[in-house]
């Protein structure tokens, strides 16, 4: 499964890549709702006394299908809601922390912004499934995905301003390379999502995945700024 052998996260972490994704995609593949991501063989169609392995486009392992049907639409529909509070709450911190070492910036109330509106566009995504209200899932999903590269570059651009150290410099780097792989699989995953070849739409579910954990891994990397968090921290929000 994705992020199989991955270790748990630590405390620090807003959502670790695997808790959040592993089990709704277990739960459908289980089901037999999606294919493997390993799968490469797809059919036009599939009879009923057809091969258990028979796959169709409907069971390419995007991210969307695998929280379509019950019960995986319940967790999925969950972990969007969580993870909707989360970004908004890591973006709030994120915001106050800079607050609080660069003094107003317009760069980081745009990133504030951009991370509500990835909050926003994620809970569409979860609660209207892409089999069932197809146009408010891809609105959806047109708002979370841009707005969640934008926030990934503008944290980026922010990291090397308040950098003064090699560490905080490193931090910067990293979030770089983080970006750039974010972007070229958010393009590649909608270059082939829009194909008709069963290959390169399953290309695309794997892009797919690829930019979300890179996303949480990105995530991931406040921990180095969140430690020096203090009380001084939340009283720069209310002046």
Known sequence: TPCSGLA???CGWPCNPCGC??????MALS???ICPVHNWNYNQSCG????GSCCTLDHIPLVSKCGTLPPESCFFSLICSLGSFMVMLVGLLRYAHLLE???????NTLGLGTGWLCAAGLTM???????????LHYIGAGVAFPTSML???LQSILTYRMAKTRGQYCTGHLRSVLTALAFLTLILSGVFFIQESFVLQHVAALCEWMFIIDVLVFYGTFTFEFGAISTDTFLVLLK
């Open 48 to 51: 009923m006394d057809g091969p």
């Open 125 to 135: 995504v979860g609660n209207f499934q892409v089999d069932h209200a197809k146009v």
């Open 101 to 107: 070492r660069l003094g107003p910036s317009l760069l």
């Open 151 to 153: 926030f990934l570059l």
């Open 8 to 10: 748990p996260a630590g």
């Open 31 to 33: 089901n037999n709702h």
């Open 21 to 26: 994704l592993s089990p709704r995609y277990a």
